[in-house]
């Protein structure tokens, strides 16, 4: 029976240790320019050798205008490309692997981050929780946007990535225009479920052409917005079909928007096996519409207990964490040694709160035990 132990070489090659999954995870260790700093490559090489089998890097904005965080590492210029190879030199001296996250924040940003530029969008809509409103794209914005896209996962390939995965969730640009809150456009870019996927598989197959066939790219969707008159379990199965039918090479399943409340990409408080694998529901629809296509699934994940059984099932190919691996992130080697506790994580999310402030992202309750 699968595990999460087995190596694999499911997506599209790429030969990974076990199928655990880093989800990407803003650091805020950046320097102002989005380069890479030395905090940076030794998280990165703590992540490998703690036995993470493929580690996602943190959301990698493609242009200034979409950095939504300070901190935020960028993949906007060419010479973002050394600083970045450091990360992934020491990943795989490290016995790992590593995809860059690429992404464009769209309307869910700060001009404070952005470098006071104005937000873009599909639609000139405020984003819950962003007050500034953004400036509807131009087709000709658009078409500038996906090259962007595209020169950002060449400078990928350069720095030695293993794989690519889009960001496609969470309400940023991509998730966006598939959003019929978000996007209220007439063009092709909007209305129809086949319109408002038309942005995401314009950007992918640009990726694609870029990186030729051979070369891992994924996405991460929501299987959900859990917001009232946003995308659902219906439009994120329609874009997840039309990208298995253009090639994409596996799926990352989330769910929720800045704007979603407690139903948000980091759900606080798991506290047992029932509150684990909260977006499985929005996985299963998924999945039961793209057979073919593997599936990571994140969310609040923990336990083995709770882990084991979906892999050895077939209901998802790889699970994916970010809060555990933060405050452990040696956590697949202790698994794999006998010593099959939890990790210690609260699900408090506050090691946001770090980040926030330029220190980085960490877990504010070392040293503190869960109740048990
Ligand atoms: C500090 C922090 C930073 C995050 N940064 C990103 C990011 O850069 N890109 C992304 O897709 N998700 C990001 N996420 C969301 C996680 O990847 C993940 O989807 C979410 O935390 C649920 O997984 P978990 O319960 O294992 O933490 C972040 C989450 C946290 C806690």
């Known amino acids: 029976?699968?595990?999460?132990?087995?190596?694999?070489?499911?997506?599209?090659?790429?030969?990974?240790?076990?199928?655990?999954?880093?989800?990407?995870?803003?650091?805020?260790?950046?320097?102002?320019?989005?380069?890479?700093?030395?905090?940076?490559?030794?998280?990165?090489?703590?992540?490998?050798?703690?036995?993470?089998?493929?580690?996602?890097?943190?959301?990698?904005?493609?242009?200034?205008?979409?950095?939504?965080?300070?901190?935020?590492?960028?993949?906007?210029?060419?010479?973002?490309?050394?600083?970045?190879?450091?990360?992934?030199?020491?990943?795989?001296?490290?016995?790992?692997?590593?995809?860059?996250?690429?992404?464009?924040?769209?309307?869910?940003?700060?001009?404070?981050a952005n470098g006071n530029q104005r937000m873009v969008a599909p639609s000139a809509l405020e984003s819950p929780g962003y007050p500034e409103v953004p400036e509807e794209l131009s087709e000709e914005g658009i078409e500038e946007l996906v090259a962007c896209f595209a020169t950002a996962a060449r400078r990928a390939v350069d720095a030695g990535f293993d794989a690519i995965e889009l960001h496609g969730a969470h309400g940023y640009l991509l998730a966006s225009f598939l959003s019929p809150l978000r996007n209220h456009r007439s063009d092709k870019f909007g209305g129809s479920i086949s319109h408002r996927c038309r942005f995401t598989l314009d950007v992918f197959r640009a990726i694609r052409d870029v990186v030729g066939p051979d070369f891992p790219v994924l996405i991460k969707l929501n299987g959900s917005d859990f917001l009232e008159g946003s995308t659902t379990e219906v439009d994120s199965t329609k874009l997840a079909v039309a990208l298995g039918y253009a090639g994409i090479d596996a799926i990352e399943v989330s769910g929720g928007t800045p704007g979603s409340g407690s139903l948000g990409p980091a759900r606080v408080g798991i506290k047992s096996a029932e509150d684990e694998a909260y977006f499985l529901a929005q996985a299963r629809a998924i999945r039961s519409a793209t057979p073919g296509v593997p599936m990571i699934l994140v969310g609040g994940l923990r336990s083995l207990e709770r882990i084991e059984p979906l892999i050895a099932y077939g209901e998802v190919d790889y699970v994916a964490m970010s809060r555990p691996l933060i405050r452990e992130p040696g956590l697949l080697n202790r698994w794999a040694s006998g010593d099959h506790r939890a990790p210690n994580c609260f699900s408090c999310s506050r090691c946001f709160a770090p980040a926030r402030k330029g220190d980085g992202v960490q877990c504010m309750r070392l040293g503190e035990d869960k109740p048990s």
């Open 1 to 112: 029976m699968p595990s999460l132990f087995d190596a694999t070489d499911l997506i599209n090659g790429l030969q990974l240790r076990n199928r655990l999954v880093r989800s990407a995870t803003w650091e805020g260790l950046s320097d102002d320019q989005g380069h890479v700093t030395d905090e940076l490559v030794e998280l990165y090489r703590d992540l490998a050798a703690g036995g993470v089998g493929l580690i996602i890097s943190s959301y990698l904005y493609v242009r200034r205008d979409g950095r939504q965080n300070l901190g935020q590492l960028g993949a906007d210029h060419d010479d973002c490309i050394p600083g970045l190879a450091r990360i992934v030199e020491a990943v795989h001296g490290a016995g790992g692997a590593v995809a860059a996250q690429l992404v464009h924040c769209g309307g869910q940003s700060t001009r404070q």
